[in-house]
């Protein structure tokens, strides 16, 4: 893998300045200095231009149509409020979410809340702040907003069809099968749409459907419109989001707009023409805007070459929970030379912990720092606290400027919970 391979794993306008990585017109070492290693760096730019590329790219196919973004993704308040900035609604899976979209400014109109098993707190939250639509996913979610809707208000609702579409994807992330515990078979939907259709307190808007995430194939997603078509005709669609990212040199998702094509070619073809179409993007979205710089700790060498860094699972856990592969290189030595095999592994006491299994790497040493491409998904938004670990730092970087939006945790926030 050259230094242009792995280059173009990076942000957007990335580039090495005398051998150094540069994102968002910010060296590498440079950043290390100012906000300390582990790091979370966000090439502002390039998180915009995806999110206008998604908006023109489906506005030019339907018309009446949105973008909303997956918060789960990256539920950072300053990449939410970037994409409410940009024109998108935010889909949120949860109170904190709905708190950090509602201080990025958006609109509560255009978020849409999800969720599998939503707490009393959640809804009432949802419901008291204006939160556009509840996708419903089961009758329990009903029970709850028949109760926490008062007087003469009424809450718009989506119902969440399972389309029996099993995609090429890791098992954990897959949601369109049966047997998935999001959502209602069509069989199992049609009474509680029937329901929802009588109620006084709940307006039935449309149907939702989500297959997966991380799938690099667009017929999945163009397969799951005709059932939810085949339940009925309503206002609204939600056709979810789950189009893969690159994270190695070896990946070839397809592009927004093939995965448009094959998306809206078919909602165009088999839902009312009047309707409204919303989508969900979110690893798609971020995973190419950021990446994260390490500082390696210790080398050891025998059988395995270990590179060890001071971060690990506790800023990135798709390894140990999705098998995801990602890329590394040397800061200031993409190219080498003396490249060597081997297996980057981060700091917790867990022989999962490895952040990427058969690299190569520029003679690395202990002090040098390491850059690791597409982690602007899932990344932030699973950060943990194991064996006490403090979760990292988020900057955003533009034009040569870096601005820190999310501070590094302190040992005082690790102990402030404590009551004994």
């Keep these: 893998m050259s230094s242009g391979d792995l280059l173009s794993l990076f942000p957007m306008g990335s580039r090495l300045d005398s051998g150094i990585l540069t994102v968002g017109g910010c060296r590498a070492d440079d950043l290390a200095r100012d906000f300390g290693t582990p790091l979370l760096v966000v090439a502002e730019d390039a998180l915009r231009a995806r999110a206008r590329e998604y908006v023109d790219q489906l506005v030019a196919r339907r018309p009446r149509s949105r973008v909303v973004f997956a918060s789960k993704a990256f539920p950072c308040t300053a990449v939410q409020r970037v994409m409410v900035e940009e024109g998108l609604g935010l889909d949120v899976a949860g109170g904190g979410e709905i708190l950090t979209a509602l201080k990025a400014g958006v609109d509560p109109a255009l978020v849409v809340l999800h969720g599998n098993a939503k707490t009393d707190e959640e809804i009432a939250m949802a419901v008291a702040n204006g939160v556009g639509l509840v996708v419903v996913d089961n009758a329990d979610d009903v029970d709850r907003l028949e109760a926490l809707v008062h007087g003469g208000d009424t809450q718009d609702v989506l119902v969440r069809i399972i389309p029996g579409v099993t995609a ?14 999001f959502g209602l078979s069509p069989r199992d939907a049609a009474p509680l749409i029937r329901r929802i259709e009588h109620s006084k307190r709940l307006r039935m808007r449309g149907l939702h459907v989500h297959v997966g995430s991380q799938i690099l194939d667009v017929e999945p997603f163009a397969e799951s419109v ?6 009925g005709a309503f206002p609204v669609y939600d056709l979810g989001g789950g189009l893969g990212a690159r994270y190695t040199w070896a990946d070839d998702p397809p592009s927004v707009g093939a995965y448009l094509d094959a998306l809206i070619g078919a909602a165009n073809e088999l839902l009312p023409p009047e309707a409204e179409v919303i989508i969900e993007p979110g690893r798609s979205m971020v995973a190419a805007s950021a990446a994260t710089i390490y500082s390696v700790t210790t080398v050891k060498r025998g059988a395995i070459t270990f590179v060890a860094v001071d971060g690990g699972m506790g800023d990135n856990l798709e390894v140990a929970l999705f098998d995801q592969r990602f890329e590394a290189g040397v800061v200031g030595r993409f190219d080498g030379p003396e490249m060597e095999t081997v297996t980057v592994v981060g700091r917790h006491c867990e022989s999962g912990d490895v952040l990427v299994d058969g690299v190569e790497l520029s003679r690395p040493a202990v002090g040098d720092l390491l850059a690791v491409p597409a982690t602007g998904a899932y990344c932030f938004t699973m950060a943990n606290n194991y064996n006490g670990n403090r979760r990292i730092p988020v900057v955003f970087a533009r034009d040569g400027s870096a601005r820190l939006v999310v501070r590094r945790e302190t040992w005082e926030d690790l102990m402030a919970r404590d009551v004994d």
């Design 168 to 181: 090429d994807t890791h098992s954990h992330v897959l949601t369109g099968h049966a047997g998935s515990k």
């Design 226 to 231: 005709a059932p939810v078509a085949a339940v």
